[in-house]
T-cell receptor, first 116, second 114 residues
Framework: AQKITQTQPGMFVQEKEAVTLDCTYD???????LFWYKQPSSGEMIFLIY??????QNATEGRYSLNFQKARKSANLVISASQLGDSAMYFC?????????????FGTGTRLQVTL | NAGVTQTPKFRVLKTGQSMTLLCAQD?????MYWYRQDPGMGLRLIHY???????AKGEVPDGYNVSRLKKQNFLLGLESAAPSQTSVYFC?????????????FGPGTRLTVT
């Protein structure tokens, strides 16, 4: 079963508007972490934001916020005031506590295109 | 601080050839990882290491071997390359322990097997 699901292969948003990128996850581990990474066309993976399963408040980092709904197992990324430089692939990833290392499981990504 | 570096950046191999990808990190991280990224499939974990001298299999380990002889280096080997191994390979590293520690990624290696 897929552990991380990103159902939007591509999204468009106008500059200065807000956009939500969806992510749902599946785990039976009560302790887990959710990450969002940005991959611009240059190819590098850039960490954006983290949400822990026990965190009471939604994570925020500048223009990025995470809409964490634990009961629905969703961790959507909200980008406010979109900029042209936000055009990139965005990956949601989950890290589970079980095992000997903190391995990440990635979704298939959403390609965001910011337009004028 | 160079962070995570990967060598080489690009490589073309013929089927059956072998090669080694080198990953180096200067952040004193305990954990290191190798991922592959194929179109439409996100990143998938190949092998990982929780410390010097230790390695373990990830989600897609077949056809690859790894070694971690020094804490700062993590090598990925292809003994007999196949076209199905055409992909972009990413190395990453992180601190041990808490779930909150993000993984730091290298710039990637684009490998083509003909």
């Amino acid at each position: 079963a897929q552990k991380i699901t990103q159902t939007q292969p591509g999204m468009f948003v106008q500059e200065k508007e807000a956009v939500t990128l969806d992510c749902t996850y599946d785990t039976s581990d009560p302790s887990y972490g959710l990450f969002w990474y940005k991959q611009p066309s240059s190819g590098e993976m850039i960490f954006l934001i983290y949400q822990g399963s026990y965190d009471q408040q939604n994570a925020t980092e500048g223009r990025y916020s995470l809409n964490f709904q634990k009961a629905r197992k969703s961790a959507n990324l909200v980008i406010s005031a979109s900029q042209l430089g936000d055009s990139a692939m965005y990956f949601c990833a989950m890290r589970e506590r079980g095992g000997t290392a903190s391995k990440l499981t990635f979704g298939t990504g959403t390609r965001l295109q910011v337009t004028l | 601080n160079a962070g995570v570096t990967q060598t080489p950046k690009f490589r073309v191999l013929k089927t059956g050839q072998s090669m080694t990808l080198l990953c180096a990190q200067d952040m004193n991280h305990e954990y290191m990882y190798w991922y592959r990224q194929d179109p439409g499939m996100g990143l998938r974990l190949i092998h990982y290491s929780v410390g010097e001298g230790t390695t373990a299999k990830g989600e897609v380990p077949d056809g690859y071997n790894v070694s971690r002889l020094k804490k700062q280096n993590f090598l990925l080997g292809l003994e007999s390359a196949a076209p199905s191994q055409t992909s972009v390979y990413f190395c990453a590293s992180s601190w041990a322990g808490a779930n909150s520690y993000e993984q730091y990624f290298g710039p990637g290696t684009r490998l083509t097997v003909t």
